[in-house]
């Protein structure tokens, strides 16, 4: 067992999904140890600069960028950078000596969760460290499939993807989400509200697809209700492309206040990420999927596969599809509303209410 106060280092970040599910687990670590302390770190530039002390956890940063899908020049200043994230994450496990390590995915939880293996026997701690990983979709990641190897457990949202670690202790837990996301009220159908969120950075595609579909609901306007959440980027442009069709909405950069935009939805347009799924399964809504097709291992259409085949939600290619095709859909949504509702009732399935619990206690298991 950890001692009465043990410290917990949460590592990664880099989007929403991954911060957020380590803000759950960390919460949870809080709920059955009060007083303990909590570090997170992450990478310079990503979004856990904004979301972790907003949360009220301390963070660290080391300078890392990615070595997949970018150009030959970022390659080589990552690995530059890799040696000092190295001791950067060293001096932090030495200045903290954590009883446990949990790596959410992204670059940043690399060089942590490898030197928590390497200096975890001199840290002079009560108890043995202990590391794990969280693998939060259908296909893991490249980041978890190295640090699978270092890790004392690998724990997974998915019944199936642990046969891909295969020689790895794997458990499944599904895929913590933040406490404010909770089982929400069936939601008017009238206004029929629907809800565009790209997750925390945007979504310039799928943007386009619900812009391209705005002209082809003219009859629907007096029914439909639009929340967008654009990222930073397209903003303007989205904004313009309502404006455009005549078509008035809450047009936001960012929403910090998800829940209670997911409680007014009626229905969901979104991507695949598995957070975004979780979060989706947590309070019941109805969803058009549009998977990011250039998610690494095309993870995102896999996990919306998932959902589909239970029929808990649609999907939408973005390379292979247009306005008039999504506007079809949100069409049948809203006409028929008996299918929405079936699309509630199985995509609570995926709901494991408990998951951040049921990490915490297999980090305070034994190895």
Partial sequence: MLPESPTLIVTGGGTGGHIFAGISIADAWQAKYPGARIVFVGAEGGLEEKLVPRAGYPLELVQLGSLKHVSIGRRLKTLVQIPLSLLKAARILFRERPQAVIGVGGY?????VLMARLVGPFLRSRVALRIAIVEQNAVPGFTNRLLARFAHLVLCAFPGIEKQFRG????ITGNPVRKEIAPAAPAAREPFTVFVTGGSQGALGMN??????????QDLKPRLRFIHQTGEKDFERVRAGYAKAGFEGRIEKFIYEMPACYRQASLVVCRAGSSTLAELAAVKRAAILVPLPTAADNHQEMNARLFVDRGAARIVLQNRSNGEEMARLIREMVEH?????????????FYRPNAAKDVVAALDAPK
Avoid: C, K, Q, Y
């Avoid at 940043?108 to 942590?112: L, T």
């Avoid at 509303?337 to 399935?349: F, G, K, L, Q, T």
């Fill in 208 to 217: 386009t697809l619900v812009i391209e579909a705005l002209p082809h609901l």
């Fill in 108 to 112: 940043a939880s690399g060089p942590v």
């Fill in 168 to 171: 790895r202790p794997t458990l």
């Fill in 337 to 349: 509303p008996d299918r929405i509702a079936r699309m509630e009732s199985e995509i609570s399935v």
